[in-house]
Structures are given as C-alpha cells and as structure tokens.
C-alpha cells in the first residue's frame, strides 16, 4: 500500500507543472511583457498587432507641440531618413502618396 501511494505522489507531482500552463492572452497582456524585462516599444508593438488582428482601431497619442516645434520637427524627418515619425507598424495610413512622403 505505501509503494503504491508513493508512485502516486510522484505521478502527482510529475504532473503539477502540466498544470501551470500561461495561454496566448496572458502572454500578451501589457502587465506581463513588462514583467519579462521586454522594451516599451515590443510592448507598443505586441498591443498594435493585437488591435489589428482584432480589428480595433488604434488612436497613437500626439504630442502637443508648437507651431514652431512642428517645423523643427519636419525639417528633421526630411534631413534625417531614421527620424521616428511614429508611423512605423500603423497600418491605417493613407494609400495615397502625399507632400507628406517627401
């Protein structure tokens, strides 16, 4: 009776961490990214790639500037092709080319 008992206890215990499992929506929440020492930017991204497979529109926070802090801001995007211009990984931009590609 004690042999038996033990051999269960062990294919008890063998089998908790079968248990333990964390699914795909854990995985992806904000909380835990940040948790596993990932950058704000993966965490950005994970959260647009969710919204878009979703298909819930995203709404990218602007920053409040001036009239002139916006012509600084253009000028540097035209000069300097790695100026991040926060539209990388949105897919909602216009298909149309405009001035604004220049």
Do not use: C
């Not at 994970?46 to 995203?58: F, H, M, R, T």
């Not at 002139?68 to 253009?74: F, K, Q, S």
């Not at 931009?93 to 001035?99: K, L, R, S, T, V």
């Amino acid at each position: 009776m004690k042999k038996s008992l033990f051999l269960f206890g062990v294919i008890v215990m063998a089998a908790a961490p079968v248990l333990a499992g964390v699914d795909v929506k854990t995985t992806t929440e904000p909380y835990y990214i940040r948790n596993q020492h990932y950058s704000e930017e993966a965490n950005r991204l994970i959260q647009l790639n969710k919204a878009y497979a979703n298909g819930v529109p995203v709404h990218q926070k602007k920053q409040k500037t001036t009239k002139a802090g916006e012509v600084v801001d253009t000028v540097f995007k035209y000069v300097d092709p790695g100026w991040d211009d926060n539209k990388f990984f949105v897919r909602d931009m216009p298909q149309q080319p405009g001035f604004s590609d220049l």
